[in-house]
């Protein structure tokens, strides 16, 4: 089952991550603003992936002396997806 999010980030350049998951696979991930490049590489690297092991891998990335980054933020876009798929499912 599919599940597209909208969430807006908090303590980045990027405003907005739009996520669709389908199960527990990414399907697409679409950043508004940010660095266009290293977003839009963000996006292509983490679609297709699992979305555990995505989470895993980018929560807690930090960006200069801030204490989050767009990767962070993808994490918990990810997070709320799921969440609120298996509520969908419950």
Same mark, same amino acid.
Do not use: H, W
């Given at each position: #089952? /599919?599940?597209? +999010?909208?969430? #807006?980030?908090?303590?980045?350049? @990027?405003?907005?991550?739009? +996520? ?5 696979? =990414?399907? /697409?991930?679409?950043? +508004? ?8 590489? =963000? ?7 699992? =979305? ?8 807690? +990335?930090?960006?200069? #002396?801030? @204490?989050? @980054?767009?990767?962070?933020?993808? !994490?918990? !876009?990810?997070? /709320?997806? /799921? ?8």
């Amino acid at each position: #089952m /599919k599940k597209t +999010v909208n969430y #807006m980030t908090k303590g980045t350049c @990027s405003r907005e991550i739009r +996520v669709t998951i389908d199960g527990d696979i =990414i399907e /697409k991930v679409e950043f +508004v603003g940010g660095c266009n490049g290293n977003t839009k590489g =963000i996006a292509k690297l983490v679609e297709g992936q699992n =979305i555990d092991d995505t989470i895993r891998r980018v929560r807690g +990335v930090t960006c200069g #002396m801030k @204490s989050t @980054s767009c990767p962070d933020q993808l !994490a918990l !876009a990810l997070e /709320k997806a /799921k969440a609120e798929l298996e509520k969908e499912n419950a």
